[in-house]
């Protein structure tokens, strides 16, 4: 049984009890980070804590702890779990309280922190490529903070599941936003096209990374959304998250992209990424 972090104390998985009148529970009222931890060493862990702050900000709630409180209790956590390769999941809600929508007034909010072992991504997913297929983004407008309420992008999720996919790539107003549970590209002419860093997306810690990585190979990058047509038509799909990387989508709603295998600038990036993540960080 794994340990996990609750209000300041490590405890067994199965002893972490959280009141009904938590906010998270009852209105969804929280915010979230995951972390990859590589041969037990965090990556990007300043990225996650940065967007943890953002996050809160975003939402008017209070950080609990300080970045180098969050830094020691996730390696202890880490640590305690076997170290290794391991996810971690961080989570703040708005804490305890009786229900109501207006925010109550000295409340101390819920840090909650839990790890689980970081499973590789099925080999085929990049021998291969994934399936993707096209959904109307039904979300909020506020998609650049990660809350808990993930209902929408669950939805989501499921249909592509049901239609034998493995991610769902979101259309705004005509243009692809993201994926349901990631950041998303489209490789056009050699440039990568990801949407700008606003309201309608994740600022990924992933997409961070790619866009760094494809810099320093002299990848060209368009922070430009792509329309759904553009998508159609794109050479290479790709989509990106902490927990999976950045994997080549080679099918969208059933039609083959390009060639229907993962293209050549994805297998430069990931060989890019594969040697950042050995170098560690
Ligand atoms: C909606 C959404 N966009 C993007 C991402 C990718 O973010 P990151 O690279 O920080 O994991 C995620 C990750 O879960 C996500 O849920």
Not at 64 to 83: F, H, K
Not at 151 to 169: I, M, R, T, V, W
Not at 178 to 200: L, Q, R, V
């Amino acid at each position: 049984m794994n340990d996990v972090f609750l209000n300041g104390e490590f405890i067994k998985a199965d002893q972490a009890k959280v009141s009904v009148f938590d906010r998270g529970f009852l209105l969804g009222d929280g915010v979230y980070e995951v972390i990859p931890v590589y041969a037990g060493h965090c990556f990007r862990l300043e990225g996650h804590l940065k967007r943890l702050q953002h996050s809160l900000d975003g939402v008017r709630m209070r950080n609990p702890l300080s970045d180098s409180q969050w830094q020691t209790m996730i390696e202890q956590l880490v640590e305690r779990n076997g170290a290794g390769d391991q996810s971690v999941y961080l989570q703040v809600t708005r804490g305890v309280a009786p229900r109501d929508h207006v925010f109550p007034e000295n409340v101390e909010p819920t840090a909650f922190a839990m790890s689980n072992p970081l499973h590789a991504v099925p080999a085929d997913y990049k021998s291969k490529g994934i399936a993707a297929i096209t959904v109307p983004d039904i979300r909020w407008q506020n998609c650049h903070i990660k809350a808990i309420t993930l209902l929408p992008n669950s939805l989501l999720k499921q249909q592509a599941q049901d239609a034998g996919a493995q991610e769902a790539l979101l259309i705004r107003d005509g243009y692809m936003t993201e994926g349901s549970a990631s950041n998303a590209y489209a490789i056009i002419d050699g440039k990568i096209y990801t949407a700008p860093k606003d309201e309608k997306v994740l600022p990924g810690i992933t997409r961070e990374l790619v866009l760094e990585l494809a810099a320093s190979a002299n990848i060209p990058v368009k922070e430009q959304a792509v329309s759904e047509q553009q998508l159609r038509d794109a050479d290479e799909i790709w989509v990106s998250s902490s927990t999976k990387e950045v994997l080549p989508v080679t099918m969208l709603d059933g039609v083959a992209v390009s060639s229907g295998n993962p293209g050549a600038i994805w297998k430069q990036l990931d060989s890019l990424y594969q040697q950042y993540k050995q170098q560690g960080d």
